[in-house]
Each structure stands twice: as structure tokens, then as C-alpha cells.
């Protein structure tokens, strides 16, 4: 059993930071690739940023004000987010493929999300 577990969401003034981390835990052999993805009430689930072994992406609406790594020894994510705005405020959920057998057969899994609201 695999488990995603976001943390680091919160309250904070527009122009402030925050950093997001996302653990998995569980039978994990490898991780091959990460995102961040963000969803407002109503709205479609947006991808935000992500990370493989060699290469970040961002969304065009981020860029340059969000940085996504990743702790390959600890299984964590993170996403720091700085110059943040109120259109940043939804809840961020993170996403990993994975390999559990070491066969390199990758499994989707989701974690349960964390509200960041940004007030102006």
C-alpha cells in the first residue's frame, strides 16, 4: 500500500511563500516521475509543475515563482512558492508514478491535497 501525504498548506498574505511537501510512503521500489497539480471549487484540475529524474516544467502561470525538487533518500517532494497571488489559492494536490515491484511497471497514485488561500 502507497501512500501520498501533502503537508505545508495554509494562510498567507499575497507576495508570501510557502512550501509544500509531499511523502510517500509504502512499498515503494522507485519513483519515477512527480507533479503538483491545483483545483479551485468548480473548476478543472490544473497541472502546476513537475519533476523527473533529469527535468522540471512548469505551468506558464508559475513560472519563475515556484520551484519543484524532490529528495529521492526521503521519498519527498516539495514545492516552494514564492510571490504568491489570491489566483494561486486552491488546494494542491500532489501526484507520483511509481514502480513497486522493481518489474518497472509505474502505478498512478494520488495524495489527499492541501488548501492554500492567499488573501490580498
Known amino acids: 500500500q502507497v501512500q501520498l501525504v501533502e503537508s505545508g498548506g495554509g494562510l498567507v498574505h499575497a507576495g508570501g511563500s510557502l512550501r509544500l511537501s509531499c511523502a510517500a510512503s509504502?512499498?515503494?521500489?522507485?519513483?519515477?516521475?512527480w507533479d503538483w497539480y491545483r483545483q479551485v471549487p468548480g473548476k478543472q484540475r490544473e497541472w502546476v509543475a513537475g519533476i523527473s529524474r533529469g527535468d522540471t516544467n512548469y505551468a506558464d502561470s508559475v513560472k519563475g515563482r515556484f520551484t519543484i525538487t524532490r529528495d529521492n533518500a526521503k521519498n519527498t517532494m516539495y514545492l516552494q512558492m514564492n510571490s504568491l497571488k489570491p489566483e494561486d489559492t486552491a488546494v494542491y494536490y500532489c501526484?507520483?508514478?511509481?514502480?513497486?515491484?522493481?518489474?518497472?511497471?509505474?502505478?498512478?497514485?494520488w495524495g489527499q491535497g492541501t488548501q492554500v488561500t492567499v488573501s490580498s
Open positions: 501526484y507520483a508514478d511509481l514502480d513497486t515491484s522493481g518489474y518497472g511497471t509505474l502505478q498512478d497514485y
Open positions: 509504502g512499498s515503494i521500489f522507485s519513483i519515477n516521475t
